[in-house]
T-cell receptor
Framework: GAVVSQHPSRVICKSGTSVKIECRSLDFQATTMFWYRQFPKKSLMLMATSNEGSKATYEQGVEKDKFLINHASLTLSTLTVTSAHPEDSSFYIC????????????FGDGTRLSIL | AQKITQTQPGMFVQEKEAVTLDCTYDTSDQSYGLFWYKQPSSGEMIFLIYQGSYDEQNATEGRYSLNFQKARKSANLVISASQLGDSAMYFCAIPSTDSWGKLQFGAGTQVVVTP
C-alpha cells in the first residue's frame, strides 16, 4: 500500500487562485520531505526540501514566495502555489524516505495542476 | 555536482523479450547509491531497484536487475520477460552529495512494450 499520500490528485482553477497541495507520510515519520515539479515528457526537477519545524530550502531559480512550503508536523508537508498563473501548470509530486542510506524515496501519486 | 545521463529517449520492445535501459553517472562521492523508478502514464513514481556503490553483487529484484559497472560509472537496468504493463517512463536517479534524500533524475527513457 501507499506510504506517501498526496492530495489532491488533480486541480483545475482560475488564474490568480492559490492552491494548496498536501503530502502525508502514512506509516513513518518524515523530518524531511521533497517537492518536485515535472513538465510533460520531462524529468522530475527538485523544487525544495521541506524541513519539519524550520524553513524550507529552495533550489536555485525556485521562487519561495510563489511556492510556499510548510512542514508543521512529522507526517505532513504542504506546498501552496500562490496566485497561480498558467505557467504554473505542471505535475507536482512529493516524496519522503526512511532515515537510513539505501532506503528509497517513496513518492506521492502527484498532483496535476492546470491553471486556466 | 552529481550528473546522471540517460541517452535513450524511447524504446520499443516486444512482449517477453528483455530490454536494457542505459544510465551513466558522474559523482565525486566515494559512497553513493543509484535508484531506478518507473513512472506509468498515470504519473506515480514506483521504486524498482537500488544499487549501492559498495555492493559487490549486482542488484536484482524479480524481473529487474542492474548491470552495475562501477569503473565505467554505469548502472543499466535490465527488464527480463517484458510485459505490456511495463510500458512506462523509466528514470535513473542518484542522491545529492549534501543530502541522501535529494534525488537528481536522468531525463528518462520511454519504454513501449508491444504484443
Amino acid at each position: 500500500g501507499a506510504v506517501v499520500s498526496q492530495h489532491p490528485s488533480r486541480v483545475i482553477c482560475k488564474s490568480g487562485t492559490s492552491v494548496k497541495i498536501e503530502c502525508r507520510s502514512l506509516d513513518f515519520q518524515a523530518t524531511t520531505m521533497f517537492w518536485y515539479r515535472q513538465f510533460p515528457k520531462k524529468s522530475l526537477m527538485l523544487m525544495a526540501t521541506s524541513n519539519e519545524g524550520s524553513k524550507a530550502t529552495y533550489e536555485q531559480g525556485v521562487e519561495k514566495d510563489k511556492f510556499l512550503i510548510n512542514h508543521a508536523s512529522l507526517t505532513l508537508s504542504t506546498l501552496t502555489v500562490t496566485s497561480a498563473h498558467p505557467e504554473d501548470s505542471s505535475f507536482y509530486i512529493c516524496s519522503a524516505r526512511g532515515g537510513r542510506e539505501g532506503q528509497p524515496q517513496h513518492f506521492g501519486d502527484g498532483t496535476r495542476l492546470s491553471i486556466l | 555536482a552529481q550528473k546522471i545521463t540517460q541517452t535513450q529517449p524511447g524504446m520499443f520492445v516486444q512482449e517477453k523479450e528483455a530490454v536494457t535501459l542505459d544510465c551513466t553517472y558522474d559523482t565525486s562521492d566515494q559512497s553513493y547509491g543509484l535508484f531506478w523508478y518507473k513512472q506509468p502514464s498515470s504519473g506515480e513514481m514506483i521504486f524498482l531497484i537500488y544499487q549501492g556503490s559498495y555492493d559487490e553483487q549486482n542488484a536484482t529484484e524479480g524481473r529487474y536487475s542492474l548491470n552495475f559497472q562501477k569503473a565505467r560509472k554505469s548502472a543499466n537496468l535490465v527488464i527480463s520477460a517484458s510485459q505490456l504493463g511495463d510500458s512506462a517512463m523509466y528514470f535513473c536517479a542518484i542522491p545529492s552529495t549534501d543530502s541522501w534524500g535529494k534525488l537528481q533524475f536522468g531525463a528518462g527513457t520511454q519504454v513501449v512494450v508491444t504484443p
